[in-house]
T-cell receptor
Framework: DGGITQSPKYLFRKEGQNVTLSCEQN?????MYWYRQDPGQGLRLIYY???????QKGDIAEGYSVSREKKESFPLTVTSAQKNPTAFYLC?????????????FGPGTRLTVL | EDQVTQSPEALRLQEGESSSLNCSYT??????LFWYRQDPGKGPEFLFT???AGEEKEKERLKATLTKKESFLHITAPKPEDSATYLC???????????FGKGTTLSVSS
């Protein structure tokens, strides 16, 4: 089955630690996205990548980093510089980077900082 | 500035009681508007894409419509399994990303 996988489903981090969230897709999509969702808030864009080896900052990129070395993979690192990292993180992909293409989402990773 | 507002924030319906969810947006040169359904603790599930004013799309008990400033998600004779949060997302003016509303949480009781 084609789709987007995210791992782990739940992640606990101590303050001051960096953690990396995995996102993999086998849909042969060019573009991939990372969002953050907080209770009662809309999805906010962290980073996006329209092609391999290229990515752009979204609205809330501070304290996060990404890489796009393979078409299928777009890992997100939450660094210790992110002041309030506890949230639900969603990865999405779309056929091309054009915004008129629907985005398909993974199941999400819930990060909790202890 | 591109903005999107969804109303109401929460909606409680009895099974079979039809209603509509609203999505108001301010985006110049809209390239597309998307509706998603999200169940608690899960990723959003794609429902519809609307591209131009006057367009309508239907799927089972759901129908989405689009005007130049708003989109509506009409729910006809809802069932308890329609309970979820519904998200609206127009594309931004630059055409590079979607702008998500905060969503409408629908609860349907039998």
């Amino acid at each position: 089955d084609g789709g987007i996988t995210q791992s782990p489903k739940y992640l606990f981090r101590k303050e001051g630690q960096n953690v990396t969230l995995s996102c993999e897709q086998n849909l042969n999509h060019d573009a991939m996205y990372w969002y953050r969702q907080d209770p009662g808030q809309g999805l906010r864009l962290i980073y996006y990548s329209q092609i391999v080896n290229d990515f752009q900052k979204g609205d809330i990129a501070e304290g996060y980093s990404v890489s796009r070395e393979k078409k299928e993979s777009f890992p997100l690192t939450v660094t210790s510089a992110q002041k309030n990292p506890t949230a639900f993180y969603l990865c999405a992909s779309t056929l091309t980077g054009a915004s008129y293409n629907e985005q398909f989402f993974g199941p999400g990773t819930r990060l909790t900082v202890l | 500035e591109d903005q999107v507002t969804q109303s109401p924030e929460a909606l409680r319906l009895q099974e079979g009681e039809s209603s509509s969810l609203n999505c108001s947006y301010t985006v110049s040169g809209l390239r597309g508007l998307f509706w998603y359904r999200q169940d608690p603790g899960k990723g959003p599930e794609f429902l519809f894409t609307l591209y131009s004013a006057g367009e309508e799309k239907e799927k089972e008990r759901l129908k989405a419509t689009l005007t130049k400033k708003e989109s509506f998600l009409h729910i006809t004779a809802p069932k308890p399994e329609d309970s979820a949060t519904y998200l609206c997302a127009p594309s931004n003016q630059a055409g590079t990303a979607l702008i998500f509303g905060k969503g409408t949480t629908l609860s349907v009781s039998s």
